[in-house]
């Protein structure tokens, strides 16, 4: 039983050292792969430009529901101009980043590495190998790149998003005064919180990608190891966002 | 050929669009729009017996109008008073030099911004220029102390009131 244990624990320390050896390599070939640069824009398009439809959506979903929420409670307490703030800390802080970093693991990061397994399963990644290319610097790393170029740049649009959707129900619907809704907004917003929305969504970015282009890459060569590998890409993303976040928001308080 | 187009006007319109969204969260969600954009402005110092919980980034109004910021706030041990450096928009640069600046708080339980009051003099504040007639932040504890320290006292003179008024101590008793 305590064997057992602490075989699962020396298990888990390994696929930590190799995650992080994984990220060695992608920082180590990132320099040259930055002048193939029809490579990274191309992935840029791939996580970044295809899961457009699905963050705005859900930005402007989350914004509304925002909205309603935030009114019903802040009326209680006869500030419900104060919505503007309540809404855009809470978008630009919390939720752009984590939610867009959650739905990005599910649209983008499955992409990746059912991708790579695919390419692992068909022996793609091998025959490359064989004829001198190295599948790190031609597949992986542009994959990589373009993860953590787009991540921000969604979160960022979400945001935006989600902030006009909390106005659209705050007021328009509910009627809340827009100038206030602005004005004090922009009174009690300062830099730090939009800084540290960036800064989360970079390093959730960072995680996604490392993780989706890890599982694929070392993904077991079978239709069910290709399966294994996108599953567990969404389960450890969500995870480490989660914790990521905890560790981002108490680093900057 | 034509598939490249294509795709590098996706990625293109993409990136253009997230960098839109990260220009309007730092300028337009926050009081601070870019200071290459920014106006140009000119500092002043005034000095404050007490500036309350007055916090860098508040606003300086004249009449109600904002003309400038809190950019620095200090304290000088020689004379025991808080130094506050106001950056003015320079537009607003026909403030006389014995203008009153106050400490205000705003709304009810708000954050608390400097009021200039003009004053009569024909000379201006320039840049380095320094206000003179300053009033201290309105600090609720220090009136609350106040006004328990009158409660009380008036309690005090009503329950033992001065020894030459021998009836009206019969009638306490």
């Known amino acids: 039983m305590i064997g057992e244990l602490w075989e699962s624990f020396t298990d888990a320390l390994e696929d930590l050292g190799s995650v992080v050896h994984f990220l060695f390599r992608l920082v180590v070939n990132t320099p040259r792969v930055l002048l193939r640069f029809d490579l990274i824009s191309q992935q840029v398009f791939n996580s970044g430009a295809l899961s457009l439809i699905i963050i705005m959506l859900s930005g402007l979903f989350v914004g509304m529901v925002l909205g309603l929420q935030g009114f019903q409670l802040l009326q209680r307490f006869g500030s419900a101009e104060s919505l503007g703030t309540a809404a855009t800390i809470g978008l630009v802080k919390e939720l752009g980043p984590v939610v867009t970093a959650l739905l990005f693991a599910g649209r983008a990061g499955t992409a990746l590495a059912s991708e790579l397994g695919l390419m692992r399963a068909t022996d793609q990644l091998s025959a490359m190998e064989m004829m001198a290319v190295d599948p790190i610097q031609r597949v992986v790393v542009p994959r990589f790149l373009g993860g953590v170029i787009a991540m921000p740049l969604l979160a960022a649009i979400f945001s935006v998003i989600g902030i006009y959707g909390a106005q659209l129900v705050g007021v328009q619907i509910m009627g809340v005064d827009a100038g206030s809704f602005w004005s004090q907004m922009r009174h009690a917003v300062s830099l730090t919180d939009v800084t540290e929305g960036i800064a989360k969504s970079f390093a959730f970015g960072v995680a996604c990608s490392l993780i989706a282009v890890y599982q694929g890459y070392y993904a077991t060569p079978t239709a069910e190891g290709v399966g294994r590998a996108t599953t567990s890409t969404v389960v450890t993303s969500a995870v480490v966002i989660l914790f990521l976040d905890y560790l981002i928001t108490a680093a900057f308080l | ?173």
């Open chain 2, 1 to 173: 050929m034509r598939k490249s187009r294509t795709l590098n006007l996706g990625t293109g319109s993409f990136v253009l669009l997230g960098f839109a969204a990260l220009f309007f969260l730092t300028t337009q969600t926050t009081s601070r729009g870019l200071p290459i954009f920014g106006p140009p402005l000119y500092e002043v110092t005034a000095k404050f017996d007490n500036i309350g919980d007055l916090k860098v980034g508040a606003p300086v109004s004249m009449s109600g109008v904002e003309v400038g910021r809190v950019a620095k706030i200090d304290f000088d041990s020689n004379d025991y008073k808080a130094v506050v450096l106001l950056r003015l928009n320079a537009r607003y640069n026909k403030i006389p030099t014995d203008s009153d600046a106050s400490i205000y708080t705003q709304g009810l339980l708000g954050g608390k911004f400097i009021g200039l009051t003009a004053g009569g003099s024909d000379t201006y504040l320039a840049d380095k220029g320094q206000i003179d007639f300053t009033q201290s932040a309105f600090v609720l504890e220090n009136l609350i102390g106040q006004v328990l320290a009158n409660f009380t006292k008036s309690k005090a003179d009503a329950l033992s009131p001065a020894p030459a008024d021998p009836k009206a101590t019969e009638k306490t008793k």
